[in-house]
């Protein structure tokens, strides 16, 4: 088979298990597992082919004309570069663990077959994201995962929490949407056409005519897919999802979409320094912020989530600085190494019966009951933190290193004062990230308390997962001076300077936590805290679904508990209660939109039901009034109706009379 | 003869009739007011034909189809009434009001059982 044809069926064939899943899911239970995870793994292994033949050299082009439309025409086209074709593999990878994981993890889940479905229906629209030549059927791809986000955030619908995350995340995506889609609208109007390699051509040919509105627009959408300021806020609150659902759609595939669209039109965003600015700004705030936040939540799929948010915000940073090469290489690592950490969440928030880490926290021997995930979770976290040698230190080196190259001039794609912002947000960033994470390990791994209850060993097919992602967070940066052939070309490799500062911080970071934590893990004891679900005998889904529902109750809020012997609280300070809540953004979206909205909802509803409502009703009251004046009339009596015939013809004939008279007299 | 005397007598003879119709209640007078009625239009078209010397004498024929007609009517009349006066035990027409439109579309209580009871006497 020829590469194209083998591209064509990367996407192809989860479209057809997600519709197979979704046809057979209930009249053939046993079909469905084979369904869902088998067409995932073919795409996979279809995906390593072409990126094999691909091979990093020239790019591989392909076109139909779908649709002439009289202007633009719209092509089913692929267009796979290195970036496609290793981003491909990314998602296939990751689709396939998750798929294979969600088996034992939702194994009691009655709604499994649909779940499937559309994670196969996810994985197929991103893999279209990613091959797609063409912006228009980028864009199909794009929306089939906003909504298949909306249904998988929504799987325990249940439970309030997940039915307002799903609305939220859907809402607030297509806030960006729709400047995208305009932006969308005006790139191909001034480059004549939708084709990607048509629109490079366009913008390395003449440049466009408004080259900062277009990508202004377009990144109005990506801050809503790729979760950044200000519109990160549907991200931690998507995490009451499955956990699978949150490894997958919300930490390595769906949210780096944004960035890999960013990656891919860079050229566009790259001819206004005006959006560069906007976006390494935007970068910078996103990464603070967030990594800020994810000190002080308590759940612990907040905590990654946030740490998501601030990742992608490295990602974005590296585009700032016009570095796509960096961007896509961070889109990569972290993908693995994040994948790894939520489904290693999983499998601790089923052991431990709880998200909460203060819970955690005043538990012990978590470690002996689920060792697979203690091990694979600490060498995600050390990619986290970006220590060397684990993949996270590469790849945010390249990102360090680049911001540090135009900053200093050497690199003149993007403002210096771009390069400027990103290098510090992205080294302050280093030092709160391994903060974070080495709070998040202490808590969770090295807490003191009662036993933690044992559930027997983890389904196989869980653990299996774990250690296959554990290899490429463990060594994927090692292939760094390989990498570079496949993106831009220019190197990728840390220098001195940076990896000395980045590292270094990283370190004290984490070791000013553990000094914190040292001290106040003996308030624990004194404190004592913790829920565990209803049903800690249940299946994994179902014992994350009670721990998401238990937490508000439990503690007083969905991210945060009052713990004292939290090192994110001694560390934070008085900003420990700001940054719980994400900096009261929400809030500040409650008071903007959401008041506004329900103010007008609730005028419309008063002039639909006092005023339209009225003449409705108006209407049939008049009708029965009069009525009942006919009606009065209605006696029954037949003399009664001869004699108002009677005097009836009596005034016609004297009126008839009369009228001829006066007409004779006239 | 003048024509004035059998026009007045004409116009009598149907005020008569007309005050039968409205105003009686025996419906078998309200029957005979009606004949009153015809008869003074009897009255008139043969006065008129006379008077006027018609010479195919409309009125006269009118008036033979108005006899005949009549007799037909109060034959189909009083059958009716007679039925009306089994059914109910009278024949006054003040108290036939079974169209009359009354708020509760359902009869008055105590008149429909007793007059279903009377129709079943009448058909035994």
Known sequence: MTTTTLAVLVPLLPFLGSAAGLL??????????PLAVLPTLAAAVLAVFVAARQGGGKTIEAATQLTPTGSVPIDLALHIDGFAALAAVLVGVVATCVQIYSTGYLRDDPRYPSYAALVSLFTSAMLLVVY???????LVGWEIMGICSYFLVGHYWETPEARAASLKAFLVTKLGDVPFLIGLFALAA???????????????GDGLDHPTLIALLLLAGVAGKSAQFPLHTWLPDAMAGPTPV????????????????VARLLPVFASSSAALTVLAVMAAITMVGSALAALAQDDIKRVLAYSTIGQLGYMAGALAVGDRGAAVFHLLSHGAFKALLFLAAGAVIHAAGTNSLSAMSRMSGLTRRIPDAYWTMTVALLALAALPPFAGFFSKEAVLVAAEHTALGDRTVAPAGAGWTVLVAGLLTALLTAAYAMRLWLLAFRGRGAEAPDHGRQPLAMTTVLWVLAVPSLGFGLSVTYLDDWFDGHALTPTVTTAVLGTGIAVVGALVTYAVWQRTRALAARTPLGAVAAH????????????????????????????PADPGRVLLGPLHRHAATGFHLDAVYRTLFVRPVQAGASLVRFLDREVVDTYVRGAGTGTNW?????????????????????????????AAVVLANVAAGA | ???????????LLFCVGLYGVLARRNAILVLMSVELMLNAVNLNLVAFDVWLRDTLHAGQAFTLFIIAIAAAEIGIGLAIVLMVYRNRGSSDVDRLRDTAETDESAPAPGEAPAAAGEKAEATA
């Open chain 1, 132 to 138: 797609s030549g063409d912006l228009m059927v980028l």
């Open chain 1, 246 to 261: 949150s490894a997958l759609i919300h930490a390595a595939t769906m949210v780096a979409a944004g960035i890999y669209f």
């Open chain 1, 626 to 654: 009069l009525g009942w004046l006919v009606r009065r009339a209605q006696t029954g009596n037949v003399q009664t109706y001869l004699s108002a015939l009677l005097a009836g013809s009596v005034v016609l004939a004297i």
């Open chain 1, 24 to 33: 057979l899911g209930r009249r053939a239970p046993g079909f469905v597992r």
């Open chain 1, 536 to 563: 800690p005998e249940g299946g994994a889904g179902l014992v994350e679904a009670e721990a998401i529902a238990g937490h508000a109750p439990a503690y007083g809020d969905i991210a945060s508990a009052p713990d």
């Open chain 1, 190 to 204: 001034d480059a004549g056409t939708f084709r990607i390699d048509g629109i490079l051509g366009a913008v390395a």
């Open chain 2, 1 to 11: 003869m003048h024509l004035a005397y059998p026009a007045v007598l004409a116009a």
